[in-house]
């Protein structure tokens, strides 16, 4: 079946470090890619998304693009920022499909 | 933007109890979905549905039911709560089949059952 592997945490980074969290898919379909962002005491938002091959999704300095040949979609930001301190969910959804696949989330912690 | 609330951000239950958690969106929205959150385990999902009175067993259904009366509302019903249900409980809501529409999520009730 389809899934979504995420790297291992806690991440623990200083406050402008540069930021690579990975994540790599596995579908029997053409998937649309997703990170969302969990904040503490909070419901999940979604970051970014793409939906084909070499779309690069982007928000609020996160970024993050869709390669085919790797079946990778990791994320990434320049500097990241205290504020960014959370829990990062990368998923997936194939046409036809209701069910949205979860990787099982990586805490990052900036530390000022 | 969408909406999605969860009727309580913290329950406290007693063993045996039933125990309701009650979802509401505002987007018209065809798909929901509850899922448990527990460290370590990600996101879990029990029950989604995809249309008004249809619902379908997710990953990890068992000791669980739901109901889905009116397009708005989907409830998570847990028939004689045990403590292995303590829990985060996240909804979301999803347009249709479309496979580039994202989920959008409430801020979740976390369940203590004692």
């Known amino acids: 079946g389809d899934s979504v592997t995420q790297m291992e945490g806690p991440v623990t980074l200083s406050e402008e470090a540069f930021l690579t969290i990975n994540c790599t898919y596995t579908a029997t379909g053409y998937p649309s890619l997703f990170w969302y962002v969990q904040y503490p005491g909070e419901g999940l938002q979604l970051l970014l998304k793409?939906?084909?091959?070499?779309d690069k999704g982007s928000n609020k300095g996160f970024e993050a693009t869709y390669r085919k040949e790797t079946t990778s979609f990791h994320l990434e930001k320049g500097s990241v920022q205290v504020s960014d301190s959370a829990v990062y969910f990368c998923?997936?959804?194939?046409?036809?499909?209701?069910?949205?696949?979860f990787g099982t989330g990586t805490r990052l912690k900036v530390l000022a | 933007d969408v909406k999605v609330t969860q009727s309580s951000r913290y329950l406290v239950k007693r063993t045996g109890e039933k125990v309701f958690l009650e979802c509401v969106q505002d987007?018209?929205?065809?798909?929901m979905f509850w899922y448990r959150q527990d460290p370590g385990l990600g996101l879990r999902l029990i029950y989604f549905s995809y249309d008004v009175k249809m619902k379908e067993k997710g990953d990890i259904p068992e000791g669980y039911s739901v109901s889905r009366e009116k397009k708005e509302r989907f409830s998570l019903i847990l028939e004689s709560a045990s403590t292995n249900q303590t829990s985060m409980y996240l909804c979301?809501?999803?347009?249709?089949?479309?496979?580039?529409?994202?989920?959008?999520f409430g801020d979740g009730t976390r369940l203590s059952i004692l």
């Open positions: 793409a939906t084909k091959a070499d």
């Open positions: 979301a809501s999803s347009p249709g089949l479309g496979r580039d529409q994202p989920q959008h």
């Open positions: 998923a997936l959804r194939t046409w036809g499909a209701y069910k949205y696949i």
């Open positions: 987007m018209d929205h065809e798909n």
